[in-house]
């Protein structure tokens, strides 16, 4: 066999001296991939979880063995540190609503866990061939996580990933809570620095930024994310789209559902998380009417000014998965002072490489006629300095004493920074220049 290029391990292959035999692969994440296995001593299959970074991980056909492309040695290893953690971190879960794990190591440059095989499909593939289930079936497999995730709380974990994808039904609707990979340690709001990541759509706002006040209600939000897109058959919006669009009330979609829980998951779901229900119990007893709370209303703040500056969540989004810019509007005549002007000769050099570009401003049409499409309305824009590229991690680190990246290098974009992270970045680089302009983000505009 030549030593050509594969990603899976195939079916056939050996682990642990023959232990366990790859049958098939089950499903592939960003950080593993998951396979069907034969334990040859128990004769029984099992699942087993690959420590895999999609993109950063090839692997030698001849032998097997993952190497790595595009990141450090130290940077995977702290990645497979954390995936081994997962599992440790399983073993002191014992719950029937919750994954287990029974058995750890390390082969093939690479580290693996061993899990029960749960004969089912997840929430996410019931949602996507059912649409909007029925309000029995949806309040029963969300009163099955709750239960879950009140015993990883009582844990003083955070799962930080709940989403239909991770929440496993069986042929007997029983529900197990699967993927633990992004789970942390936390103290009930305090603000504690954790990795931002996370799922659009199911993550609260202050799971955008690596250091924010996070608790229990963290999970709660998603709990709630999970009940919307079971009574609804849709995805709720993102976070950050929430902060210029109101979220469709789900009895707005599914008009059969009860009153309470519509209550529920509205509050559950609050952008504020100290409007949120506070603990697990806290919404069960608000779904189940034993203590139903009071609606508050949330204030959705006007999308544009007249310098159409706001920042809406589509730009967030793209914020956190892939690359930022920055856009640098001047409060007076631009055409004065070109160049900004730092007392950081570091950032005077990184700004002379890379100069901004000026923009005449103006007024044009935007929007149109197709039906996701937003009405047709003129847009006012003042003149503007905008990067000629991205944020470099050059540039970043200067500012912010960090790099957060995972392909690290001076002149790369910076990734893997979230909306609030970047709210930072911007304050702190105002405060470095001397141009008397603001610095922000692009809008669509």
């Not at 929430?242 to 509205?266: C, F, G, M, V, Y």
Request: net charge neutral.
């Amino acid at each position: 066999m030549d030593n050509s290029i594969q990603k899976e391990l195939v079916e056939g292959d050996r682990l642990q001296a023959g232990k366990y035999r790859v049958s098939k692969v089950l499903g592939h994440g960003g950080f593993g991939i998951t396979y069907l296995i034969y334990h040859t001593g128990f004769n029984k299959y099992f699942a087993l979880k690959e420590f895999f970074i999609n993109g950063y991980s090839v692997r030698q056909t001849k032998n097997s063995t993952v190497s790595l492309q595009g990141m450090t040695p130290e940077k995977y290893n702290q990645f497979k540190q954390r995936f081994i953690e997962e599992a440790q971190l399983l073993t002191k879960l014992n719950h029937p609503n919750i994954i287990g794990v029974l058995d750890v190591f390390e082969e093939n440059q690479t580290a693996y866990f061993v899990m029960p095989f749960i004969e089912g499909g997840t929430l996410e593939d019931i949602i996507l061939k059912k649409g909007a289930l029925p309000y029995e079936e949806a309040v029963n497999y969300i009163a099955q996580t709750a239960e879950a995730v009140a015993h990883v709380h009582s844990n003083n974990l955070l799962h930080r990933d709940i989403k239909p994808e991770n929440i496993m039904i069986t042929a007997q609707n029983k529900v197990v809570l699967i993927d633990f990979g992004s789970a942390r340690e936390f103290v009930h709001n305090k603000t504690q620095k954790h990795t931002a990541m996370l799922t659009p759509g199911y993550a609260p706002i202050e799971q955008y930024s690596a250091i924010s006040k996070k608790g229990s209600y963290t999970d709660i939000y998603a709990i709630g994310a999970v009940f919307y897109a079971a009574v609804t058959g849709k995805q709720p919006l993102d976070a950050t789209d929430r902060i210029s669009e109101k979220l469709a009330e789900p009895i707005q979609l599914a008009k059969d559902i009860p009153k309470e829980a519509n209550r529920t998951i509205i509050k559950a779901m609050h952008m504020k998380p100290e409007f949120r229900h506070q603990t697990v119990q806290e919404f069960m007893d608000d779904l189940l009417n034993i203590k139903p709370s009071k609606p508050i209303v949330e204030e959705i703040p006007p999308k544009t000014n007249k310098k159409g500056i706001f920042i809406g969540g589509g730009v967030a989004l793209f914020v956190i998965v892939a690359l930022i810019a920055v856009i640098f509007l001047q409060n007076y005549n631009p055409l004065k002072k070109a160049d900004i002007e730092t007392s950081n000769e570091t950032l005077n050099k990184i700004f002379k490489d890379q100069p901004m570009v000026y923009v005449k401003g103006g007024t044009f049409m935007m929007g149109g006629s197709h039906k996701e499409a937003k009405p047709k309305h003129n847009v006012d824009l003042s003149d503007f300095y905008i990067g000629q590229c991205e944020v470099t991690q050059e540039l970043w680190e200067t500012v912010m004493n960090n790099n957060p990246s995972y392909d690290e290098g001076d002149k790369k974009p910076v990734t893997n920074v979230s909306w609030e992270d970047i709210q930072v970045f911007l304050d702190r680089l105002k405060k470095l220049t001397e141009s008397g302009g603001t610095f922000r983000l692009p809008t669509e505009a």
